[in-house]
């Protein structure tokens, strides 16, 4: 083999060599690639996890405002349950004196 057919030959070889890296990247590109739909898809999807986060926020601020207005009526009822106690212990007393008073009036009557 004389010099030409030896650089003729290389460049044989080597041309093959870049038309199969050039096929293989073609390749790998071709079914790597990410389709319109598929982005699409991506869109929809974070779209639709926006908008669940905005209803999951908007779920957890109704929960905080329902329990402050149930923490603020249980303090009332509360509230109102002591005032109640404390009339009927008041009551039960008044009703124990006005008792004993009656039973001293029979008793000297």
Do not use: K, P
């Amino acid at each position: 083999m004389n010099r030409t057919e030896f650089i003729i030959a290389t460049a044989i070889i080597l041309f093959v060599a870049f038309c199969l890296g050039w096929f293989a990247n073609w390749l790998v590109h071709r079914f790597s690639r990410v389709s319109q739909a598929d982005m699409d898809q991506l869109e929809r999807m974070s779209q639709e996890l926006h908008e669940a986060e905005e209803t999951r926020d908007q779920a957890i601020t109704y929960l905080q405002q329902r329990e402050a207005e149930l923490t603020n009526q249980l303090a009332q009822t509360e509230a109102e349950l002591t005032a109640a106690m404390d009339g009927l212990r008041e009551a039960r007393q008044e009703a124990e004196e006005m008792r004993l008073y009656v039973e001293r009036l029979q008793q000297t009557g």
